[in-house]
């Protein structure tokens, strides 16, 4: 069975009856086993080689009068492009969404079969899924793009485009899209020689001896874009002696105009600009020290004050300033704190030592004793009470020779005790005075 067909009417009695047919010169027949349907099948055997499709017409016709027909249509037709392969441009630089080109295939099929689905076939573009860049409207057949494309990168893509139909078996074709990269002038050139240094000074000798047209040196540049955009030309800009020298507009040739003599500066600058021949145009600048000299040891000596890039030299400045600057404050602040904590812990002392707490004496019980013997016969310890300035005062004793003379309330006795000292410990002024 190759189909199955299903024919219906909605005319009752013998005008709802039909019946199907196929061409004879076909190698297929009809068979009905339920009513309204019908089975397609091969009837011989069938050879590619002789034939690979074909076209059958099948008639449907009612037994009504007059009797209706109607031609079913059997999806023996694959979707076919209106050109084997598609070419166009995008410029670089692009934006994400531009539509870039619609491809469009036809089939002669009718109904579901004739539907056709557009698909991106699954490839890879330098090393990642071709749905990175495009997608692709599967109705339309429009391609868009989904990223911003580079010419210095990627100049060129092929991609792959099938297009199936609705029938059962869906059907199918392919072709292929090609989509070229324009260039765009987006490089400025790029100066090769000579090499341009922020510290050091390079520069070219010409001999004082030199005739016209003496080769003094060559500027080298590349632009990386291509066609036109990387076309270049050279111009002198600006140089200490115009007279005396001149640029190659093609080559970046620099080469002497006239003799060279005694009274010419040895130290010349020259400032070459190169462009493109871009829309618009792009540039860059060389600068080119020439020293006009018979020796280099001659050239040594004077070009060892030549100036620096300018620029460099004011932001090495600029930032030696800054950075002694905050050294500078750092230092000023640490001094400040230091001197403050110092001050703060002398007013501090100072307010410990010259307190103005009075003094209580304390007087122990049995203080003095006299008896019949005329010598105290107990020891007493005594504790000393202190203010916190007390340990710059000195514990003074009345001497007589070299003995302590302890007085006695004169109202008891009336009489004074001499007492020979037998020990007297005073090691600190904070410890218990022990007399005897």
Same mark, same amino acid.
């Given at each position: 069975?190759?189909?199955?067909?299903?024919?219906?009417?909605?005319?009752?009695?013998?005008?709802?009856?039909?019946?199907?047919?196929?061409?004879?010169?076909?190698?297929?027949?009809?068979?009905?086993?339920?009513?309204?349907?019908? !089975?397609?099948?091969?009837?011989?055997?069938?050879?590619?080689?002789?034939?690979?499709?074909?076209?059958?017409?099948?008639?449907?016709?009612?037994?009504?009068?007059?009797?209706?027909?109607?031609?079913?249509?059997?999806?023996?037709?694959?979707?076919?492009?209106?050109?084997?392969?598609?070419?166009?441009?995008?410029?670089?630089?692009?934006?994400?969404?531009?539509?870039?080109?619609?491809?469009?295939?036809?089939?002669?099929?009718?109904?579901?079969?004739?539907?056709?689905? /557009?698909?991106?076939?699954?490839?890879?573009?330098?090393?990642?899924?071709?749905?990175?860049?495009?997608?692709?409207?599967?109705?339309?057949?429009?391609?868009?793009?989904?990223?911003?494309?580079?010419?210095?990168?990627?100049?060129?893509?092929?991609?792959?485009?099938?297009?199936?139909?609705?029938?059962?078996?869906?059907?199918?074709?392919?072709?292929?899209?090609?989509?070229?990269?324009?260039?765009?002038?987006?490089?400025?050139?790029?100066?090769?020689?000579?090499?341009?240094?922020?510290?050091?000074?390079?520069?070219? !000798?010409?001999?004082?001896?030199?005739?016209?047209?003496?080769?003094?040196?060559?500027?080298?540049?590349?632009?990386?874009?291509?066609?036109?955009?990387?076309?270049?030309?050279?111009?002198?800009?600006?140089?200490?002696?115009?007279?005396?020298?001149?640029?190659?507009?093609?080559?970046?040739?620099?080469?002497?105009?006239?003799?060279?003599?005694?009274?010419?500066?040895?130290?010349?600058?020259?400032?070459?600009?190169?462009?493109?021949?871009?829309?618009?145009?792009?540039?860059?600048? @060389?600068?080119?020290? @020439?020293?006009?000299?018979?020796?280099?040891?001659?050239?040594?000596?004077?070009?060892?004050?030549?100036?620096?890039?300018?620029? /460099?030299?004011?932001?090495?400045?600029?930032?030696?300033?800054?950075?002694?600057?905050?050294?500078?404050?750092?230092?000023?602040?640490?001094?400040?704190?230091?001197?403050?904590?110092?001050?703060?812990?002398?007013?501090?002392?100072?307010?410990? /030592?010259?307190?103005?707490?009075?003094?209580?004496?304390?007087?122990?019980?049995?203080?003095?004793?006299?008896?019949?013997?005329?010598?105290?016969?107990?020891?007493?310890?005594?504790?000393?009470?202190?203010?916190?300035?007390?340990?710059?005062?000195?514990?003074?004793?009345?001497?007589?020779?070299?003995?302590?003379?302890?007085?006695?309330?004169?109202?008891?006795?009336?009489?004074?005790?001499? !007492?020979?000292?037998?020990?007297?410990?005073?090691?600190?002024?904070?410890?218990?005075?022990?007399?005897?």
């Amino acid at each position: 069975m190759v189909a199955l067909i299903n024919i219906f009417d909605l005319d009752t009695g013998s005008s709802g009856h039909v019946t199907c047919s196929i061409p004879d010169n076909v190698p297929f027949k009809l068979v009905s086993e339920v009513k309204n349907y019908y !089975m397609l099948v091969t009837d011989e055997m069938l050879d590619r080689e002789k034939q690979s499709e074909y076209n059958i017409t099948l008639t449907a016709i009612d037994a009504g009068f007059p009797s209706l027909s109607k031609i079913t249509d059997v999806n023996d037709n694959s979707p076919a492009f209106g050109q084997n392969v598609y070419i166009t441009e995008v410029m670089e630089n692009n934006s994400p969404g531009v539509n870039l080109l619609q491809v469009q295939a036809t089939d002669p099929d009718q109904g579901q079969n004739a539907r056709l689905t /557009y698909f991106l076939v699954d490839t890879e573009i330098n090393g990642n899924p071709v749905s990175k860049y495009f997608s692709m409207s599967a109705e339309s057949g429009t391609i868009q793009s989904l990223y911003s494309f580079d010419y210095e990168q990627i100049k060129e893509f092929r991609l792959q485009v099938k297009a199936v139909d609705g029938g059962s078996p869906p059907l199918s074709s392919n072709t292929t899209v090609i989509i070229k990269v324009q260039d765009q002038n987006d490089n400025p050139p790029q100066v090769l020689y000579p090499v341009q240094t922020a510290g050091s000074v390079v520069a070219e !000798m010409v001999p004082r001896s030199a005739d016209v047209g003496y080769l003094v040196t060559k500027v080298v540049a590349v632009d990386v874009d291509s066609g036109q955009n990387a076309w270049l030309s050279y111009k002198l800009q600006k140089a200490t002696d115009r007279a005396l020298f001149e640029v190659g507009s093609q080559n970046g040739e620099i080469r002497t105009v006239r003799q060279v003599t005694e009274k010419d500066l040895l130290k010349q600058r020259l400032t070459v600009i190169v462009e493109d021949n871009g829309q618009p145009s792009r540039s860059a600048t @060389v600068i080119v020290n @020439v020293a006009v000299a018979d020796s280099f040891p001659e050239v040594l000596s004077e070009f060892t004050d030549f100036p620096h890039d300018k620029d /460099y030299n004011d932001n090495l400045t600029f930032y030696l300033v800054l950075a002694l600057a905050v050294v500078s404050f750092l230092f000023i602040m640490c001094l400040v704190v230091i001197i403050s904590v110092k001050i703060y812990r002398w007013r501090q002392s100072r307010i410990l /030592y010259h307190s103005s707490l009075p003094v209580i004496p304390y007087y122990p019980p049995r203080y003095s004793d006299t008896l019949g013997t005329g010598t105290l016969p107990h020891t007493y310890n005594y504790e000393v009470c202190r203010t916190t300035d007390s340990r710059k005062s000195d514990c003074k004793f009345g001497r007589a020779g070299s003995q302590n003379v302890l007085i006695t309330d004169p109202s008891s006795t009336g009489t004074m005790q001499r !007492m020979q000292n037998e020990k007297s410990i005073l090691d600190e002024p904070d410890s218990p005075l022990e007399v005897s």
